[in-house]
Each structure stands twice: as structure tokens, then as C-alpha cells.
């Protein structure tokens, strides 16, 4: 069986503010948990006017406040953006007050821009260098305290929170397969190492204390509406906010336009290549897709993005692919 979650942007939509935004991200957690979805998800971003879930645990304790069964975790927290004994603290919080809840995804990339990167006072040029010997340290934070340990994480110690590597190349899973982690591949927008990160992560892997076989996820974009023309005018409203990215002017998420509207033949090429990890369409058309990708890639679990700008369409979707996911089985 293919378990299937979803990571959540908190989308701040162009006319909204932050605040609805994280409101919206409760409340799609909520129906997720409702339809069956085993953890939700939520990624750190600095200085992204369209993303609300920058300081990622304090969302996810919001979040997990208003929800009472459903997984809750980071996909991810950026490592090089901070100490692990900082992240340990925060998750081992989240842990305490929500036991057998929380995950910790860890991304090696610091997702903003240098300069954001120093005003969060890391060094851009070392500090990702560091992430596997900072991922062994967080490890460690979470094992229970040893005699003569100096510095330990409270709370934190002894709750071993589930971690998790994230990655869009072969590093973090080559990385994941050595120290015995499950593993998480971002192909909803970097889908060009996506088979052969899968084939490292399953040969190379080595069984752990976390960890006795891999275990493996992919992120798949979900645009599913009730005919084809709604499913494909809704994904327009992703398709304007990485043009934005790749132009250098990031912004709120916009509402949908038409597909011909949104840019030219090269852009549009463009799109395609980086969104072609999606399930768009009607019901019948994700359902085929979701059955060919997990034939393709053979993952553990799917966990998809759903940055639609209508919080309505939004639950459709989850429904439509909860449905679809359900029938695979």
C-alpha cells in the first residue's frame, strides 16, 4: 500500500495576508486528516512574500494544535540556516506537547537568497559543507543523555523525533542510505534526478536503529478539479509563481488565469519540464497518472502539493486525490 501525505507552502494569495494564510493551512491539515492523509507537512522559506511558514515549528504547533491524529512535521527545516541544537530544542517542544506525532524533514539547501542567508547569521560558503556532520549531531540530540554529556537538548533527549532527508539530487540520498533514514525526493519541482536518487537511496542503503529497510517518498504537485480545463486553469496559478521565482520577482500567489495567458512557447517549455511530476486532470486522469508513477518509482509513500489559490479548490483536490490514492491500494 502507498501511503500518501501532503507538504503545505502556507500560500499568502495576492489580496490575503500571512495570517489567513496559516489559517488555511490549519484548516487544509484538518481536511487531510479527514481524508485519510498520514502526515502533513509544512517547508521552510526566508524572505518569500507567497510563503507563510518561515518559522516552520511555530507553524507546525499551530497546526497541530488544531488537528488531533494526522502526522506533523517539517519538509523541511533548512539545516544550514541553523544550530542543531536549536532545532533539536524546537522539535523536541513539538514532540513533548504532541507525542508520536512529529516528524523532522532536514533540507541541505538554505531555500532564500544569500543574502537572507547571512541576516539569518550562517556562512553561506561553509555552512552547507557542514550538513552531514550537523545531521549526525541532531541525531545525537535526540538519543537518550549519555554520562559525562555536556550539552544536551530539553526537551529533546531521549524522544529519537523520526528524521528525515530531503533532497532534489543524489546528495542528501546517498547521505539518507549511509546513516539509515527515510528518504524524501522534491520532484514537484526538481523532477530530473528523481529515478536515479530512488536507485542510490534502495542499493546503497544501510539498516540502522531509525531504520531496518528504505524507505522512500516523492512530492508530486496535485492539480485535479472536476474537468480537465478547471484542473489546468487552477495550475496556473503555480505555473505564475515559479516564472515569478525564475524572473527574480517573487510575490503572493496569484489567482488562476487562463493557460494560454500565463507566458510564451520557451517559458512554457520551461514549465513543463520543471512541473512534469504532476497529477493534473479529473479523477480518472490523476488516478492513471498516480498508478503509473507508483508502477515507475516505486515509493513508500506520495506526498503531494496542492498551491492552489482557492481554498475551496484546494479541498476538491485533496478529495480527488485521497480517492484516487484509496483505489490503488
Known amino acids: 500500500m502507498t501511503r500518501y501525505s501532503l507538504l503545505d ?18 484548516a487544509l491539515a484538518q481536511k487531510a486528516e479527514q481524508l485519510g492523509f498520514t502526515r502533513f507537512w509544512m517547508a521552510e522559506h526566508h524572505n518569500m512574500p507567497g510563503i507563510a511558514s518561515a518559522a516552520t515549528a511555530v507553524a507546525l504547533g499551530f ?8 502526522r506533523i512535521g517539517a519538509g523541511g527545516v533548512m539545516l544550514p540556516n541553523h544550530a542543531p541544537l536549536t532545532v533539536a530544542e524546537q522539535f523536541g517542544t513539538l514532540a513533548s506537547v504532541y507525542p508520536d506525532r512529529i516528524d523532522l524533514g532536514l533540507g541541505r539547501a538554505p531555500g532564500t537568497d544569500g543574502a537572507t542567508v547571512q541576516a539569518l547569521r550562517r556562512d553561506p560558503m561553509t555552512a552547507a559543507d557542514r550538513f552531514p556532520d550537523d545531521v549526525f549531531e541532531l ?6 543523555v549519555q554520562p559525562g554529556q555536556r550539552v544536551q537538548a530539553v526537551p529533546g533527549a531521549g524522544l529519537r523525533v523520526p528524521v528525515w532527508l530531503l533532497g532534489s539530487s543524489l546528495f542528501s540520498a546517498r547521505l539518507a542510505a549511509h546513516m539509515g533514514l527515510p528518504f524524501a ?7 530530473d ?12 542503503f544501510q539498516p540502522s536503529v531509525y531504520l531496518e529497510r528504505p524507505y522512500s517518498m516523492a512530492a508530486v504537485n496535485l492539480f485535479a478539479a472536476d474537468t ?13 509563481q515559479f516564472l515569478a521565482l525564475r524572473r527574480g520577482t517573487p510575490g503572493p500567489l496569484k489567482p488562476p488565469v487562463e493557460p494560454d495567458q500565463v507566458c510564451g512557447p520557451l517559458e512554457r517549455a520551461q514549465l513543463e519540464q520543471t512541473l ?30 496542492c498551491q492552489l489559490f482557492d481554498q475551496p479548490a484546494r479541498y476538491r483536490a485533496l478529495e480527488i486525490g485521497a480517492g484516487a490514492m484509496a483505489r490503488l491500494v
Open 9 to 26: 507552502l502556507a500560500p499568502v494569495n495576492e489580496g490575503s495576508t500571512p495570517r489567513e494564510a496559516l489559517l488555511n493551512a490549519r
Open 63 to 70: 497546526v497541530a494544535e488544531g488537528t488531533e491524529r494526522i
Open 139 to 144: 541525531l545525537e540530540y535526540f538519543e537518550p
Open 185 to 191: 525526493f522534491a520532484s514537484h519541482f526538481a523532477p
Open 193 to 204: 534526478y528523481l529515478g536515479r536518487a530512488l536507485t542510490l537511496y534502495r542499493q546503497e
Open 228 to 240: 480537465e480545463a478547471e484542473a489546468r486553469r487552477l495550475r496556473t496559478s503555480v505555473e505564475q
Open 276 to 305: 512534469v511530476e504532476s497529477a493534473t486532470g479529473t479523477p480518472e486522469q490523476v488516478e492513471l497518472w498516480l498508478a503509473a508513477f507508483v508502477e515507475r518509482t516505486g515509493v513508500d509513500e506520495i506526498i503531494f502539493t
